[in-house]
């Protein structure tokens, strides 16, 4: 019998296994970034406002202290009034020997990030008794590596501030800051030009001057509501009186908690969202499921809704309602209510008219088309504002424009803002009674306006 045949066996092959080394672990590292207000917030020591001198630095210039016979091209100086520091350790006076008999201060601080001071930078601050000295920094260093850290300086005060002193500083000033503390804890621009400052008082004054005009012309006194103004009845918009309700603070003025906001009963066609609860909530998605579309309805189709301050009882003859109501689970099929138009009106002051700049509303054919400031309310079916805005298109009007850059939280120009604000007592009364909460909805999102 033969033997068995055993087959070959391969040969064993080692694999070749490579070790990787124990990757080597940093230090747990806080990669957050701190907010501005706590910065300002939580620094140790007491506020010292000043104004600052900073010199124009180039790629090529060194620090140097302020000298008043240096020449002008070699001593630039950027102003910036009313900085904030943060001293650290107290002002301490030395008096000087000799027959001038003068003083010196030092002392430490720290300041904000948005300003790099260097070596021989100089400000102006009280000492204490009602006169200013000059301070000049003799170091500066920033406090730790983090893009928000504030810096560290060490200035000393030799003299009392003169007006032959202050003039050379200003003589070399080439352009001049104000330091907003209110846009420092928002974190927003806080180093504001003349131009800044001008549209915010501008802004400012406006949102004043339209929320007493708002209320003189368009509370009724019958009523204790807002009605739409020039209509051929008394007419009320539940969507506007719940978003003055909702926006105006009572200590703005103290007659909106007088609006009687009056009760519908949860009629369908009402119990809908409108623009202004995407401007309550700023979210542009909203657009999408709002109604679009709205009339003014008889009232008796309230009739069968009796409840406390229901709009039936109130003496209204008309109630701005949803033509186009959004379907859902509850109203798949609910039909609206027989509804007209909104009527367009006229003027606060027709006399008045005459004599204001021309703000028509149409483009001039032998001029470059411009942006119309705003849009009639009843250009078109589409509630308050234009199908443009609601659409996303082009031809949106520059309210509408600047209302969507804010929705979308885009920077505005509040250059512009500011013409709207200054016109709105042109425009016609139901173009006011509907665009004037929406412009003071704006000035008070910029912030440090109101």
Not at 126 to 155: H, L, M, V, Y
Not at 182 to 189: A, D, L, W
Request: proline share 6%; glycine share 6%; net charge negative.
């Amino acid at each position: 019998m033969p033997l068995v045949k055993t087959p070959d066996q391969p040969d064993v092959v080692t694999p070749n296994l490579v070790i990787n080394p124990t990757p080597y672990e940093t230090p747990v590292v806080d990669t957050r970034k701190e907010g501005y207000d706590a910065i300002a917030t939580y620094l140790a020591g007491s506020k010292m406002a000043a104004d600052v001198y900073r010199q124009v630095q180039r790629r090529d210039s060194a620090p140097k202290s302020f000298q008043r016979d240096l020449p002008f091209a070699f001593g630039q100086l950027e102003l910036i009034r009313g900085f904030e520091f943060v001293v650290t350790s107290p002002i301490t006076y030395q008096q000087n020997s000799g027959d001038q008999r003068g003083f010196s201060a030092t002392g430490s601080a720290q300041c904000y990030s948005i300003v790099t001071l260097n070596q021989g930078d100089v400000f102006l601050a009280d000492i204490g008794d009602g006169r200013n000295a000059i301070f000049q920094i003799t170091s500066s260093s920033k406090s730790t590596i983090r893009p928000e850290s504030t810096s560290t300086i060490e200035f000393k005060a030799s003299f009392l501030l003169t007006p032959e002193y202050k003039q050379a500083l200003d003589e070399r000033v080439i352009e001049t800051f104000y330091f907003s503390r209110e846009n420092f804890r928002n974190g927003v621009k806080c180093l504001l030009t003349d131009e800044d400052v001008n549209v915010f008082r501008r802004l400012n004054k406006a949102h004043s001057r339209l929320i007493n005009l708002y209320f003189r012309d368009f509370y009724n006194e019958q009523y204790k509501t807002l009605l739409v103004p020039d209509q051929a009845s008394a007419t009320y918009d539940p969507f506007l009186a719940n978003y003055i309700k909702a926006t105006v603070d009572p200590q703005t003025h103290p007659r909106v908690i007088e609006i009687v906001l009056l009760g519908l009963g949860g009629d369908p066609s009402n119990d809908q969202q409108s623009i202004y609860d995407v401007i309550l909530d700023r979210d542009p998605d909203l657009l999408y499921s709002v109604a679009k579309r709205m009339g003014v309805a008889d009232v008796s189709i309230y009739r069968q809704r009796p409840l406390f301050k229901g709009i039936y009882y109130s003496g209204v003859q008309g109630v701005v309602t949803a033509i186009d109501a959004v379907w859902n689970a509850d109203k798949p099929n609910m039909g609206g209510h027989e509804t007209v138009s909104i009527t367009q009106g006229g003027y606060r002051q027709g006399a008045v008219r005459d004599n204001l700049p021309n703000l028509d509303l149409t483009t001039d054919a032998d001029k470059p088309a411009q942006r119309a400031m705003i849009y009639p309310v009843t250009q078109d079916d589409y509630y308050v504002l234009s199908k443009a805005f609601y659409e996303d298109l082009p031809e949106k009007s520059l309210l509408e424009q600047l209302l969507h850059d804010r929705l979308n939280n885009r920077t505005i120009d509040l250059g512009q803002l500011a013409d709207l604000a200054d016109a709105a007592h042109t425009w016609m009364n139901v173009d006011r009674f509907y665009y004037i909460p929406i412009i003071l909805t704006l000035i008070k999102l910029a912030p440090g306006v109101i």
